[in-house]
């Protein structure tokens, strides 16, 4: 069983798109609510309970306690879904789960990050792993839409990217997500390997973007219906241009510079693009949509944006730690460079969603603005 599917989900259609009497008006389908639009940037980039742990715990294995601590929940969680959750039908269990769609995109996604984590330790020996990577890829997509013709239950159906805004509100989701996340690892390991940073100071520096990203996500929700389009590309351009002026600034920084001072301003621009966008790409992403589908859409899209953050994170970091080397242990270059690779990834999704969400908007403009 897909487990995407499992929730609320009717019949598969028979026609291969959405069917208009499926898309309710804009005003009669729900919106996001913005507090839980905007809820991941909020409890992944809280700022001050890790540096805490990392104080408490001690600077060599007090990162590893932030992750331990989300074991009992996940435990929780599986417990309770398995008692929540309602039995599959005797429709839904003919395909079972794509165990080989699965393995497929697992392996293709360590054969890409791989070689960006580890691409300083090994050299120039990670290009076969990485062109592996993307090889999978296409075999994945192959294996997808062969599963799909053979009425099989695809891990990621093919049909749901015949809509523009679909496919272009997954992929600014996973570019932005990729670009805003990967900032962490380079700033927190600037700040406190080249400013002499505690953990819990460090973690200060996001205080602005976490406000930023809270309180743009809820205004946001708000007009989503009314200006979707436009918070989603200047939200895009606004975050490409607040993690550029941080890179500069991270730059050209001096020990003894006060880095909270000094980087709150593009932090909370950061974080004002970031939650601009969030809401109002997820609802213009899943409204075309009928709803039997709309539980597969939304994984679709959860994992969309899943992979962007684990692929934008690698970026940053690998950035990050092979300017070090090739800078010779100069911090704030280093940073510099990870900072500059996440605003890229938010530069594409600008780029991404200028001509997706502008494109054909007279034939769509009814049904979304």
Not at 248 to 263: E, I, K, Q, S, Y
Not at 311 to 320: D, E, I, R, V
Request: hydrophobic share 50%.
């Amino acid at each position: 069983m897909n487990p995407a599917r499992s929730l609320g989900r009717d019949d598969r259609p028979s026609g291969p798109g959405p069917a208009p009497a499926d898309v309710p008006a804009p005003r009669t389908r729900p919106r996001l609510r913005p507090l839980r639009s905007d809820r991941q940037p909020l409890h992944r980039h809280r700022p001050d309970p890790g540096g805490v742990i990392i104080q408490g715990f001690g600077t060599t294995d007090g990162w590893r306690w932030i992750f331990y601590l989300f074991l009992p929940l996940d435990l929780a969680v599986l417990w309770v879904a398995a008692r929540v959750l309602p039995e599959s039908g005797p429709r839904e269990r003919v395909g079972g789960l794509d165990l080989v769609g699965i393995l497929l995109l697992t392996l293709a996604v360590i054969g890409v990050e791989l070689p960006l984590l580890q691409g300083g330790s090994w050299g120039g020996r990670t290009w076969w792993l990485a062109w592996t990577g993307h090889l999978l890829l296409v075999l994945f997509v192959l294996w997808e839409r062969a599963a799909a013709r053979r009425a099989r239950q695809p891990l990621i159906d093919p049909v749901l990217f015949r809509a523009r805004t679909f496919w272009v509100g997954t992929a600014v989701a996973g570019a932005i997500y990729g670009g805003f996340t990967g900032i962490f690892v380079p700033l927190m390991q600037f700040l406190q390997q080249g400013m002499h940073d505690t953990a819990l100071k460090a973690s200060q520096t996001m205080v602005m973007f976490t406000l930023g990203s809270a309180v743009c996500g809820i205004l946001s929700g708000r007009v989503v219906h009314r200006a979707g389009r436009a918070l989603v590309i200047g939200g895009t351009a606004l975050t490409a241009a607040g993690l550029l002026i941080a890179a500069l600034a991270v730059g050209g920084a001096t020990p003894g510079n006060n880095m909270v001072l000094r980087l709150s301003l593009p932090l909370l621009v950061v974080g004002c693009g970031a939650g601009c966008v969030i809401a109002a790409n997820q609802t213009l992403a899943l409204h075309p949509v009928p709803r039997h589908d709309g539980s597969t859409a939304a994984g679709v899209y959860q994992t969309g944006m899943k992979l962007g953050t684990s692929l934008g994170t690698a970026l940053a970091a690998s950035l990050y730690f092979g300017g070090l080397v090739s800078a010779h242990q100069d911090y704030a270059a280093a940073a510099r460079d990870g900072l500059l690779g996440a605003a890229g990834l938010c530069a594409v999704a600008f780029m991404v969603a200028l001509p997706g969400l502008t494109l054909g908007r007279r034939r769509t403009a009814s049904a979304v603005s």
